[in-house]
């Protein structure tokens, strides 16, 4: 990836996480909607948790090509 | 003025004609059939028509209402679309499949009542399946036939919920079903066409190894109309839409186990299903209508999913991501059109799956129901995530090894026309929300939740940055639910061959035994004392012979020539005659008394 590339991207990152900072929500219906920002906190903590269940399904069910020929 | 036909028929007898046509004709009429539905369906009078008396009920081939009238205008749109995509293919079969297949997809959606839904379903998997085997390849005859397995045990399960059903409400209308064994049998049903876990298997077992244009057409018709029948009889149910939520994330989570392109698609059509049948299942107004919305968007960027790597397989010959890579270069449409499809079904805003699943997410908050809302949110993270590993490793991915073009001009101009569709619909929502089954009332570009879906797509990006060899294709297999099919299909196979056909086969050897003993005692009974003492005497002496281990082979031989002898030996032909004539006489001397008594 570029360097100008990952500076846009950062860029994106932080202008996301301030926007989200500046913009509240209206109609809260969980007490979490409350956090500024917390989709960035999803979004982040979500894709390890992913990767997380990823790693216990590859574990438990990789298996040869082949397996059932 | 002609009347509008029941829009199934126009595809289901259309079909008939391909193997009579030929060249640019055939490809005109393969275009011009989706447009002559379109034209019927929008001259479609809202309520019932084409009803027929069948026994003591009536068959509705024509209901028209908001909600079919949504599913039809997308499957005659994608209908057209993937048409686009397959018109240079020369095999005709797989044209007639493709058209058997749309048409009666069409034929569920406008059926008003359990027969003809049963009956169009079951055209619907007898005429996809040859969209998978016409690939010609071993793994797709074998994939085809597990697909048609399944689905026939589906259609099983749902007549006899039908047969239930009629048999409690003396009903075959299609409406709201109430809890019952109709309702279970009904439910399981219509749950193995949406991919309910775990009856899903056959989906991305089969998916992948459809034909390149094939594939377009089952990515759209199947499910889809399992979730329309849902939607139907099933609305407002906790158990849907928690079978929603726990789709969307399996589907999510297997998908980035994928190596296998159309694998991954597959799974994901899994978790974008999970959406759909969340928004029914919430059952409000905002949730039908948003599954509905989501299974218009879906149907559009899942269909350009599949062209593109179909395209990608078609140009390259390879299906696999570690085998893949570089290719944006030289595939410059098929990337672009791949990337719009991946931001639509990763829900960026400006693009549909935006629209929709924010309003399935939306419902799912008003409803209070936090764990789905949270399910839905991490399939969502998990779709951006596979998708960028989708893109990243089969298009940028440094791969020397690889040349190819981007498709012919057909299949480009129908990924075109369907990525544009995603876009539009991304950018004025309006066009979809007036054709959908309740009144729209769902502001979908509010700062809040544009902030709130960029900072869901960016952060986990960055994740993928952090962790990018994590996300790394690799070779191999993933087991899934089918490995207890497959294992338990084989245990009912050997229980078949082994302790049921060898109680077959002892039965038929004792009384094909009892057989011969008669027949031997009918053909020669004055000989019958002399074969029991032989068949003794062969037998202790067998027995003898093996306990006390003497060389008595000598014996052994001279007691079966014995007994051959006297069973079917010289005289045996003639024998048999001497109790016919036996009995003829014995007959006559009766006949001849009882007339002498008489007389």
Redesign the interface.
Known sequence: MGAALKKLFVFLVLASIITGLLVHSKHAHFSWEKIPSIDAVFGFIGAFLLIFLKRIISFLSHREEDFYD | MINPFPPAFIFIIGALAIPFLKGRIKQAYLLFLPVLGFIDIISLQPGTSWVYPFLSYQLVLCQVDQLSMVIGYIFLIIGFLALLYSIHVKEDGQHIAALMYLGSSLGVVFAGDFFSLFVYWEIMAATSVFLIWFRREKESLDAGFRYILMHLIGGGILLTGIILHIESQNSITIGVLSPGWAYAFILVGFGLNTAFIPLHTWLPDSYPRGTITGSVFLSVYTTKTGVYVLARCFPASDLIAYMGGVMAIYG???A??QNETRKLLSYHIVSQVGYMVAGVGIGTQLGVNGGIAHVFNHILYKALLFMCMGSVIFMTGKRKLTELGGIAKYMPVTCLACIIASLSISGAPGFNGFVSKGMVISSA??A?K?AL?LLL??AS??TF?SFIKLCYFCFFAKNEHITAEDPPLNMQLAMGITAFLCVFIGLYPQSLFHILPHPAHYHTFT??HI???????????????I?RK?FAP???????FD?FY?KGARGIAWFSRHPLNDFRLGVQKSLSGLVEAFAVLGNNPHAAPWIIIGKTELALATVLNRTLGTPGRDLLGTLQRNLQTLQSGPGRARASHFPIGIWVAASLAFLLILATLGS
């Open positions: 999510v989570v297997f980035l186990l908050a008003e209070h936090s809302v949110t991490l993270i998990g995530l700062l809040h902030a709130g879906t960029l900072q869901l797509i960016f952060l986990s990006g960055f994740a993928f940055l962790a994590v690799h070779e191999g297999l993933i087991l899934d490995y497959r």
